[in-house]
């Protein structure tokens, strides 16, 4: 059966509640062309007009959720970026040592930058870092640790005080 017929019976109150969820009418009109683009994609969608009803409404409310993650995301990113590369020298640094911290910062490995942005960048707690990553607190504990290490080695090549156990560890 084609949903297409069931789906034109809808359109008025797919519009009308696609634009409570969304900023504008364009955004709203979006929302619902994305759902009507899933159903007829979908080989499981609903063939009954009762049942077509909520599922399109699910599909609309959870494309506008997904879009307002994304975003926030790219928000929180942006603000990140900006905060990380500032309009010039980080706070209480030259533009020389701005640029080297970043620079060191970039040489990183993806998992000591991803910890220092989560937590140096972003401001997460330990918890809410763990709970990103998916990782016990104090497993992100270390990591900020020895990421920072890692990062002051890059900024200062010069040997870092600290137990000869916490250099055996780091080397792993």
Do not use: C, H
Request: aromatic share 6%; glycine share 4%.
């Amino acid at each position: 059966m084609d949903a297409w017929p069931l789906i034109t019976q809808l359109l008025p109150d797919l519009r009308a509640y696609a634009r409570t969820l969304a900023d504008s009418a364009q955004d709203a009109e979006d929302l619902v062309g994305d759902a009507i683009e899933r159903t007829i994609r979908s080989d499981r969608y609903p063939r009954e007009l009762d049942r077509l009803r909520p599922w399109m409404f699910r599909t609309i409310r959870n494309l506008a959720f997904d879009e307002l993650r994304k975003r926030r995301v790219r928000r929180e990113y942006a603000q990140a970026l900006t905060r990380l590369e500032g309009a010039g020298a980080a706070p209480g640094l030259s533009v020389e040592d701005s640029a080297l911290l970043r620079r060191a910062y970039e040489m990183l490995n993806g998992r000591e930058r991803e910890i220092l942005f989560l937590v140096d960048v972003m401001g997460f707690s330990y918890t809410e870092a763990a709970s990103v990553l998916e990782v016990p607190k104090g497993t992100v504990m270390s990591r900020v640790s020895r990421a920072r290490r890692a990062l002051l080695q890059r900024v200062d090549p010069q040997p870092t005080a600290g137990s000869a156990k916490e250099r055996e560890r780091d080397r792993r």
